[in-house]
């Protein structure tokens, strides 16, 4: 399959339809949970920011599932998981940085920070990996391709 044809499919099966809206629910609902709960506001807001990045390890899940289609190859197979597992540990990192600071284990400062450690790690490392993948299949979508085609599509 040629990377128009998997652009094509991608965007087709693709969560950025329906991603807005699960958001959209999960925001409200949290945040009437949060309303009509009188615990402590740093905790509340831990658990709105929770609520509104599991949308985001389903998404995840739903595009590995996709880029596997593409190639029987085992080594393209393990890059895929590769990547897919730093999504879920950058998620699950910011996650926990949050709730550190939440029940008041760490300063804001050290949050911010830690969180943008784990960002920067995780964007160069998947960066690496994208590389890798590009060696192995060179018709290989990358993630800023999936971003600009989704901006045409709205666009036009």
Known sequence: MLREERMEYLYDKAWTKKGPLLVIIIGVVTALWLLFNNSRMSLSLFIFC????????????????????????????????????IQFILLIGVISTMALYALKYISLDTLSLGCATLIAGCLILESWVDWKILKIDDEHVVESLLGLMNREKSKG
């Not at 995840?60 to 990547?83: A, E, V």
């Open 50 to 85: 929770a609520a509104m990045l599991m949308p985001l390890l389903v998404a995840t899940w739903h595009k590995i599932q996709l880029f596997l289609q593409f190639n029987d190859s085992s080594t393209y197979q393990r890059f895929i998981y590769l990547k897919g597992m």
